[in-house]
């Protein structure tokens, strides 16, 4: 009977014939006296067989608090660390792609006129920037730092008193990375995914290094000035710790598409107003939501040079965006606002329905991302803050169906981070483009280069 119970343990729908199989097997081989236990034990199990999936989940262990305290300070550590590399390129391409279309002749007529345009940007992902070298926390032996952590009352006797035990673990553990990197013991993964990237890196931490350092200290090094008692407060959490830390995964991505409305209205004094605006829309789960809007003018050079043989005008712009998006594996919620400068001169010539332009661009970007994030769901997992139930009565458990369970004991993550990381680009850009008029209607292409290659195109109708 015992083995039986095991194997009902074990059992989902897609065993139920094998199962009743066993026990009929097993019916037939028992004495009389066991048969009518066996017959029950069917009847229960045929009774019971709808919520058996459910029910009989093999528990998973519940969390330890300092050992979450400490995966939070060090993921959290370790997505901030990387956070800025991870969401460069993207930075720079909204940067370029917002900044441009913005011009497609310098001649400014003398009457009134609207030119009503829609415009796409396609900026492309240099191979290079699909990855970057990502970093590890870690910090040298300080012992201003050290007292952050616990009270010192006699160094020489090894006489402390912990005042933040997933604080002083957390430290430890980044002093021992940063020793283990200087002498070659822990390797920095060589690469990780930018936004664009499409691989998944992740930091495995190397507990056996950890655990012999903690166990053995060096003379001289953190460990060897703390007790064995506080050294064995710190060894529990730090077996404790999952095997690896995942980095934000990229979105496999070879380049950034974007469309904007514009509106140009001329002309006074020889000058333009352009004023272009996308509401906040969902673009996918790759950008997430993403709109802004933009004011610029533009002024002609050229009307206070007589017989200029070509159109020269300057033109400057402010804009505004916005972005919300969900970054892989980490769950990092960003929210990021950002105000973009343009300055540009640019020229033109016009043969009948052609005309050629060029132009130089300086491009400024000053943005504040703000991420909310929680432990990444794998780890919570692996902490026993959540717990998988099949929801879906299918015997499997998908990665949707972790999930937190406060009533047994499986919280979640409640305590989600929040930091604000600034990220600045300058960049000069040139373009070369035509256009093509044909009565009201112009159709546009042009070419950028900057770090990258860009090209836009569109259409516009003047009135």
């Not at 050992?67 to 956070?83: K, M």
């Not at 032996?141 to 952590?149: I, P, R, S, V």
Request: glycine share 8%; charged share 15%; with cysteine.
């Amino acid at each position: 009977m015992f083995k039986l119970h095991a194997q009902f343990q074990r059992y989902n729908h897609h065993s139920y014939l094998l199962f009743m199989k066993n026990c009929m097997s097993y019916f037939q081989l028992s004495q009389p006296s066991k048969r009518h236990s066996l017959l029950l034990y069917i009847a229960c199990f045929i009774l019971s067989y709808p919520f058996s999936t459910l029910r009989c989940q093999t528990p998973v262990p519940k969390a330890d608090p300092t050992t979450v305290e400490v995966v939070r300070q060090f993921g959290g550590e370790l997505f901030l660390l990387n956070s800025k590399a991870y969401l460069q390129p993207l930075v720079s391409r909204l940067n370029a792609a917002t900044n441009s279309r913005t011009f497609h002749t310098a001649q400014i007529g003398s009457k009134f006129y609207v030119r009503f345009g829609v415009y796409g940007m396609l900026a492309f992902v240099n191979e290079n920037e699909r990855t970057y070298t990502p970093a590890l926390p870690n910090s040298s032996l300080n012992l201003d730092t050290l007292g952050k952590f616990v009270t010192i009352i006699d160094l020489a006797k090894q006489q402390f008193v912990i005042k933040d035990t997933a604080g002083l673990i957390t430290y430890a553990a980044k002093v021992l990375i940063n020793d283990g990197i200087t002498t070659k013991q822990i390797e920095v993964p060589g690469s990780a995914p930018t936004f664009f990237g499409n691989i998944q890196q992740s930091f495995k931490v190397p507990k056996e290094y950890l655990r012999q350092r903690i166990k053995n200290p060096a003379q001289g090094d953190l460990l060897s000035l703390l007790s064995p008692n506080v050294r064995n407060t710190i060894l529990p959490a730090i077996e404790q710790l999952p095997p690896e830390f995942p980095l934000p995964a990229g979105q496999n991505l070879n380049f950034l598409p974007l469309g904007v409305p514009q509106i140009e209205i001329g002309s006074v004094l020889g000058t333009e107003l352009l004023v272009r605006y996308i509401p906040s829309l969902d673009w996918g789960k790759n950008i997430g939501k993403f709109g802004f809007w933009g004011v610029g003018l533009k002024h002609s050079l050229s009307q206070y040079i007589e017989d200029c043989p070509i159109e020269v005008a300057v033109q400057g712009m402010i804009q505004r965006t916005t972005l919300q998006n969900t970054i892989g594996a980490t769950g990092a919620k960003l929210d990021a606002t950002a105000d973009i400068l343009n300055a540009n001169i640019h020229v033109s010539k016009r043969f009948g329905a052609i005309e050629f332009f060029t132009g130089l661009s300086y491009d400024h970007l000053s943005i504040n991302a703000k991420y909310e994030f929680t432990i990444p769901r794998q780890l919570q997992a692996q902490l026993g803050l959540i717990r998988g139930i099949d929801l879906n009565n299918d015997g499997v458990i998908a990665d949707d169906e972790y999930v937190p369970d406060p009533a047994n004991g499986y919280p979640g993550d409640p305590n989600p981070q929040t930091q604000i990381v600034p990220l600045v680009t300058n960049s000069l850009r040139w373009t070369v483009g035509t256009a093509l008029h044909l009565g009201p209607i112009g159709i546009v292409a042009d070419y950028n280069l900057s770090s990258f290659s860009m090209v836009t195109a569109g259409i516009n109708v003047q009135f």
